[in-house]
């Protein structure tokens, strides 16, 4: 088992470019997660799934958007890249509702320039 | 407002040492509360679940405690070794398991 895997690792882009990060898990969970870390705060929630073909706003979504085609799959697009943020991504997945462990992804470092 | 505090912020001591790491929490109401290790570069992993009724847990030599009544957890270290250094995230589910909060996190360093 790979558990949660996402890619890029690292990527930097230039304010406005867009981009999709793309994060995999074959733990067959349901639900998954996007999150960024900033130095010195907790981890927040940008976007979450509840399962294949849904998708919610979290704590922080603005400037976002989020996808869920497939199970094992969720993907986290960036439209219009801003220095803001620049941050640590990371993807993960539960079985069940928050409550419920979450398995978490390694990471992606972006810098947005 | 629901908020996860740590401290300390960071920590340095000696392997071989324990310590004992703090969280305060004002979340309400209160599902659970986990204890998250991260290692630099690495996505966090966890260590203890707690829910209400349960006043501690232990995963090796790592043991949660939680006061509800005062709405503090602690998590302790015993005879620390160089792998773990790391941030130690505490993290409080709350509105019936439908929101996480998540603390910054304490950055302890074990040094030989």
């Known amino acids: 088992n790979a558990g949660v895997t996402q890619t890029p690792k690292f990527r930097v882009l230039k304010t406005g470019q867009s981009m999709t990060l793309l994060c995999a898990q074959d733990m067959n969970h349901e639900y998954m997660y996007w999150y960024r870390q900033d130095p010195g705060m907790g981890l927040r929630l940008i976007h979450y799934?509840?399962?294949?073909?849904?998708?919610a706003k979290g704590e922080v979504p603005d400037g976002y958007n989020v996808s869920r085609l497939k199970k094992q799959n969720f993907l986290l697009g960036l439209e219009s890249a801003a220095p803001s943020q620049t941050s640590v991504y990371f993807c993960?997945?539960?079985?069940?509702?928050?409550?419920?462990?979450?398995?978490f992804g390694p990471g992606t470092r972006l810098t947005v320039t | 407002k629901n908020q996860v505090e740590q401290s300390p912020q960071s920590l340095i001591i000696l392997e071989g040492k324990n310590c004992t790491l703090q969280c305060n929490y004002t979340v309400s109401p209160f599902s659970n509360l986990r204890w998250y290790k991260q290692d630099t570069g690495r996505g966090p992993v966890s260590l203890t679940i707690?829910?209400?009724?349960?006043n501690t847990k232990s995963n090796g030599r790592y043991t949660a405690t939680l006061d509800a009544d005062t709405k503090q957890s602690s998590l302790h270290i015993t005879a620390s070794q160089l792998s773990d250094s790391a941030s130690y995230i505490c993290v409080v589910s709350a509105e019936y398991g439908n929101k996480l909060v998540f603390g910054a996190g304490t950055i302890l360093r074990v040094k030989s």
């Open positions: 707690m829910t209400f009724s349960e």
């Open positions: 799934s509840v399962g294949e073909g849904t998708t």
């Open positions: 993960a997945s539960s079985y069940g509702v928050l409550s419920y462990e979450q398995y």
